[in-house]
């Protein structure tokens, strides 16, 4: 059940104001509570890109991987909206990267799939993420930034990186059809030559 000082807790946090963060918890605020949607105050000051509250409620020792109802956390919500800043930070914290998003994704599937390439290459070199995660559309990381990019430089950097650490580049989509046609079909010339010296 919520309190006072949860509810002033989780509006310090989303709004960046640490000094009311530290009331709240003073007054005997949950470190781990929650709003309506689950979602706890780490996230809500990691949407705000407050990073200074982000670091002191990890120092805290909130739970850093609790996730919303649609399955957010500071982690996932930096990979999808493209905020080097806070991956680095909740991945210095330790952060589970066996965490899903709704679709079933790692943190670096949606990353490659929006073409985040700073945060695709952080997690490639920085971390043992699984490359080869399926999600539950039947995507790995390589074959989202092939069918939902436009086959541009980012996007073959982007292969190139996820090949390079060990993305298979013979991993099937759900009805069988490998990367390099799935960018050969979309005319992605450039984008299959790059899949191609994998094989």
């Known amino acids: 059940m919520s309190t006072n000082a949860d509810e ?26 929650q709003d309506r949607e689950e979602a706890s105050a780490i996230l809500a000051a990691a949407r705000g890109g407050h990073y200074d509250v982000v670091r002191f409620l990890i120092a805290e020792g909130v739970d850093i991987d609790a996730q ?33 998003t709704r679709f079933g994704g790692n943190g670096l599937t949606p990353a490659a799939e929006k073409g985040h390439l700073d945060i695709v290459r952080y997690l490639l070199e920085n971390t043992d993420i699984n490359v080869n995660l399926t999600n539950t559309l039947g995507w790995t990381a390589l074959i989202e930034t092939i069918i939902l990019g436009d086959g541009g430089p980012v996007r073959q950097e982007t292969a190139e990186l996820l090949l390079q650490h060990g993305a298979k580049p013979g991993m099937t989509d759900e009805w069988g059809v490998p990367p390099i046609d799935l960018a050969r079909k979309r005319g992605f010339d450039d984008l299959a030559a790059v899949i191609e010296r994998y094989l």
Do not use: S, W
Not at 14 to 31: I, N, S, T
Not at 80 to 86: F, P, R, S, T
């Open 8 to 33: 002033r807790y989780l509006a310090a946090a989303a709004a960046g104001d640490l000094d009311g963060v530290r009331a709240a918890l003073a007054d005997g605020a949950d470190k781990d509570a």
């Open 68 to 100: 919303d109802q649609t399955c957010f956390n500071p982690f996932i919500h930096g990979c999808i909206h493209d905020d080097l800043e806070l991956v680095k930070i909740m991945v210095e914290a330790g952060t589970d990267l066996k965490r899903l």
